[in-house]
């Protein structure tokens, strides 16, 4: 069956469910945004690009960037990266402190925000100016000069990101941050705060589709095996203490964000993004994996 059809019949069915979810509220600024706004977009490796709602919205992407940061961070010191960021499910929230302690200060993996603040600590000490450059890093893989962070987002979880601030600094008390905790900071929140639309999402993140290489102009991001080790990790820790139900639901390796979106990726065919904002309580977004879950069982398309 065409995907066309599919998506616009499933996002139809979706729309008119009750939402059980509800908004982030930790960080002010997410509150601000319209709880109904819905919105798929697909990109395949065979050129179709098909979206419906508000598919060309933009929104804060959140936790999703965690996975570019991790990519540009791997690309950069290669495997040396896996000494101080594991590769296991971590069974807890994304903002768990609890495993640090015993794991002596190294996350259980790169998207729970204790992992993604190591990385961020990686790029701190490698790039010559942090925020530019990963920033260019990610414009230039889908040739997108538009993407942006905003300040907004950014400043709004700075002036209550309580949580993050005690992470780092625990995990620096482990002796496993090399920068000053404030900066580290920074730069995780400005991360965080990119904002990109269904559309823009599923054309950049195409690429783990394709090996590692862009479809677009055949740009190597990743090498063939990088890129299977990151959607095996997309695929066991993308959704924190619910990635197993995403695996046992959806089938796809994928990535979410408290901004309530979703990008799930199909090895050798597709990159799919999903945007709902009202999450459930696990912080994934509440009807986009109600919407996945249909889609990839409707289009017998699971990696399984
Ligand atoms: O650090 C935080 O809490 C947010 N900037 C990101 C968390 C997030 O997106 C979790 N994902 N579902």
New binding site residues.
């Given amino acids: 069956m065409k995907f066309e059809y599919l998506i616009g019949d499933i996002y139809q069915k979706i729309n008119d469910i009750e939402d059980k979810g509800e908004i982030?509220s930790?960080?002010p600024e997410l509150l601000k945004v319209n709880p109904n706004n819905f919105g798929v977009h697909i990109t395949t490796i065979h050129q179709v690009n098909f979206g419906v709602g508000n598919y060309n919205d933009k929104f804060s992407i959140?936790?999703?960037s965690?996975v570019l940061a991790l990519i540009l961070a791997y690309r950069i010191v290669g495997d040396e990266i896996w000494s101080k960021v594991g590769v296991e499910p971590s069974g807890t929230a994304?903002?768990s402190l609890v495993q640090l302690e015993a794991d002596k200060g190294i996350p259980r993996n790169p998207f729970l925000?204790a992992g993604?603040i190591v990385v961020s600590d990686i790029l701190l000490s490698n790039l010559k100016n942090p925020k530019e450059d990963f920033i260019e890093f990610v414009r230039n893989i889908s040739n997108n000069t538009t993407l942006q962070y905003s300040n907004k987002i950014a400043q709004s979880?700075k002036a209550v990101?309580y949580?993050?601030v005690a992470l780092c600094n625990f995990i620096k008390s482990f002796g496993k941050i090399e920068n000053e905790p404030s900066d580290v900071l920074d730069f995780?929140?400005d991360l965080?705060s990119l904002e990109m639309s269904c559309k823009e999402l599923s054309e950049l993140f195409l690429f783990l589709a394709n090996n590692g290489l862009t479809v677009q102009n055949n740009k190597s991001i990743l090498s063939e095996s990088q890129s299977k080790r990151i959607n095996a990790l997309m695929q066991t820790c993308g959704?924190?203490d619910e990635s197993g139900e995403f695996a046992f639901k959806v089938g796809l390796p994928g990535k979410?964000?408290?901004?309530g979106g979703i990008i799930a990726i199909h090895p050798d065919q597709y990159a799919i993004a999903v945007w709902s904002p009202k999450?459930n309580e696990k912080?994934?977004s509440y009807k986009g994996m109600k919407f996945l879950e249909e889609f990839t069982t409707r289009s017998e398309s699971s990696i399984f």
């Fill in positions: 982030a930790y960080i959140q936790s999703i965690k994304f903002n925000n993604a979880e990101g949580r993050n995780y929140f965080c959704f924190y979410s964000g408290v901004g999450l912080g994934n």
